[in-house]
Each structure stands twice: as structure tokens, then as C-alpha cells.
């Protein structure tokens, strides 16, 4: 039975790499070709791919299909499925424009971005003291990383790494060509901590499903789920500000960075700082979700605390629900 297996484990490991390179070549030639296309090509031709990934992936589109009916209970299916099509379609041509972004120089990728709220980053960043950005995988969060650095200052980020080594590589380089290093998570916050310290800025996302100890259950379109309090332990540790950044599309080709009000941080002795701060910092994500849904990337299994309760029959986690952070809009009603 041993002989057996490793017989049938033997050929797995010995096609990985030659998959990894094929997948690897692949995108080499994606991105060649988006360096002599214009961008309203890109764009549909994006959108293009992201509707073949939806017809294609199935198990995806059914979790997203699934997430967005819970998150807008109020949504027909029809409109709760254009929802969905519209996220693939945006994430084809995120990955599209990701790739035409390496081919271009910093002056180029600059005069398509406008932004909005920079004063508010002018103003962290003269203080002298670490920043904080956080966003989700919502817009096109890919490019807030070269943007932000070429506009600002480089951020020092975390990144889950590629199961392609020949990817991942080529992707760290497109993010760190303009200075922004990347850490893995292993042992992230204290890299991140230390980048505080320095008086650097770091950037983290926070809309990812959380299993280990770190976790903290807050909710999230009125369900709960297990979040990363990482960006709330080095907040209250350190005292800089937090600010939400997103990258939006505009219709004619180009992108709108914003950059909202700093979220504010709760005082580090309350017993539910941690939580409170995690909270605020989701409620922005969500009004922006709320706005643009076909935006964010609803296939992934965020609410696995909801759907395991659920399934087991549990009553999930007591909830701490803090309201949205003052100055910013109010939460809208669910089906808004």
C-alpha cells in the first residue's frame, strides 16, 4: 500500500513545476501583449475573462452567489447573480491591469490615477510617526501598492505567497519595483511592529477569513466573522493613525484613489479596545462594499464562523457591535 502511494504521489511532484512554468509563460505573454494594447482593450478584454472564469468555476460562483443572497437578503437572485458576474468580470481586469501596470514607467502609471483625501496622509506623514493604510480585495487593491508608493512613500506590506514559486516572484517584483517591500505572514506583526517603530508606513487587508489564536469575531453585513486583529494590536501598541485607502475605476480608463478619515482608535484601556478598533475598521470596508458591490471579492469563504455555527447547530460568538467611526457616512440599510 506504502509502494502504491508513493507511486501515485511520484508523478504529482514531478508535473507541479512543469505546470508552474507553463502557468508562469502564460502570463509572461499576457503581459506583453497588455503593453501594446490600449486600455479600453484591456478593460473589455478583462472583463472578458473574468466572464469565462465565471462560467467556468463553478464551486466559486455558487460561494459568491451564496454570500452576496446573505449579505442583501432584500436582492432578487437575478440581481444577486449580476452582483457576482460583475465581481469576476472586475477581477479579470484587475489581473489584466495589474500586468499592464509593470509595463509601465512611474510617470505613466500616475497621470491615470486621480486622488482624493491625500491631505489626510500629508498630514499623518508630516507627524512624523509610522502610518497604518488598510483596505480589502475590493477594487483594484493591487494597484493601490504601486500608486501609493510612487505618490508617497513605500509601504511595507504582507502578503500570502503564490503556490507557483515563478509567480510569486514575478508579482513580489511588479510590487516592489517602486520600493515597497513585502514580508510573508510568518511572523508578520513583529516585522510590522518594527516598521512602526522606524517611523515607516505599513499596509494590511483585513477582509480575510482568520483561524488562528489572533482572531477576534466582529461583524461584517450583520454576521459574524473571524478577522485578523493585527492592524488593532499595533494601533493601540503604537499610537499612529489608521487610514482605509480603496482604489475605484472610473469610466474612462483611469482610477480614483481614496484615501477616507483616519478610523478612530478607542483608548488602549478598555477591555474591548482590540475588538472596537477591528470593528471600526470593518464598518469602513463594508460601507464600501455596500456602494459597490460587483467590486469585492465575494468568492472567497469569509463567513465560515456564521456557516459553522450553522451547520453544528451553535449559536456563534457574542458580537461587540461599535458603530461606524465618527465623521464617516452612516451604515446604510442591508439591502442598500
Not at 452576496?68 to 457576482?84: G, Q, W, Y
Not at 517602486?178 to 506583526?189: E, H, K, L, S
Request: hydrophobic share 45%; aromatic share 8%; charged share 25%.
Amino acid at each position: 500500500m506504502t509502494k502504491m502511494a508513493e507511486r501515485s504521489a511520484g508523478p504529482v511532484r514531478r508535473h507541479r513545476p512543469v505546470r508552474h512554468r507553463l502557468e508562469y509563460v502564460a502570463v509572461r505573454g499576457v503581459r506583453v501583449t497588455m503593453g501594446l494594447l490600449p486600455q479600453r482593450w484591456i478593460g473589455s478584454a478583462g472583463a472578458r475573462l473574468g466572464s469565462l472564469f465565471h462560467r467556468l468555476d463553478s464551486r466559486r460562483r455558487e460561494t459568491a452567489v451564496t454570500n452576496v443572497r446573505a449579505a442583501f437578503p432584500l436582492k432578487t437572485d437575478s440581481e444577486c447573480r449580476a452582483i457576482v458576474r460583475g465581481a469576476f468580470e472586475n477581477l479579470g481586469r484587475h489581473v489584466l491591469d495589474f500586468l499592464r501596470f509593470d509595463t509601465l514607467s512611474v510617470e505613466q502609471m500616475m497621470d491615470l490615477v486621480e486622488f482624493e483625501g491625500e491631505e489626510r496622509v500629508e498630514q499623518a506623514l508630516a507627524a512624523g510617526r509610522g502610518v497604518m493604510f488598510y483596505t480589502g480585495h475590493f477594487g483594484f487593491w493591487e494597484l493601490q501598492i504601486m500608486v501609493h508608493a510612487a505618490r508617497f512613500t513605500p509601504i511595507l506590506m504582507v502578503a500570502r505567497a503564490l503556490d507557483n514559486a515563478l509567480l510569486e516572484a514575478m508579482i513580489e517584483r511588479v510590487r516592489t519595483r517602486v520600493g515597497t517591500r513585502v514580508i510573508p505572514r510568518q511572523g508578520a506583526v513583529r516585522g510590522l511592529l518594527r516598521g512602526l517603530l522606524e517611523h515607516q508606513s505599513v499596509g494590511m487587508m483585513i477582509d480575510q477569513h482568520m483561524q488562528d489564536r489572533s482572531a477576534v469575531t466582529i461583524e461584517f453585513f450583520n454576521r459574524p466573522a473571524a478577522t485578523t486583529s493585527s492592524i488593532a494590536v499595533l494601533a493601540l501598541r503604537t499610537g499612529v493613525p489608521v487610514i482605509p485607502v480603496f482604489a475605484l475605476p472610473l469610466p474612462d480608463g483611469r482610477y480614483r484613489m481614496i484615501y477616507e478619515t483616519p478610523v478612530e482608535v478607542p483608548s488602549p484601556e478598555r477591555p474591548d479596545a482590540v475588538q472596537t478598533l477591528t470593528q471600526r475598521c470593518t464598518d469602513v470596508l463594508e460601507m464600501y462594499v455596500r456602494r459597490y458591490p460587483e467590486l469585492w471579492l465575494w468568492m472567497h469563504r469569509r463567513w465560515r464562523v456564521a456557516d459553522e455555527a450553522a451547520a453544528g447547530g451553535r449559536t456563534p460568538a457574542t458580537v461587540v457591535r461599535v458603530g461606524a467611526n465618527a465623521g464617516q457616512a452612516r451604515r446604510s440599510s442591508p439591502d442598500s
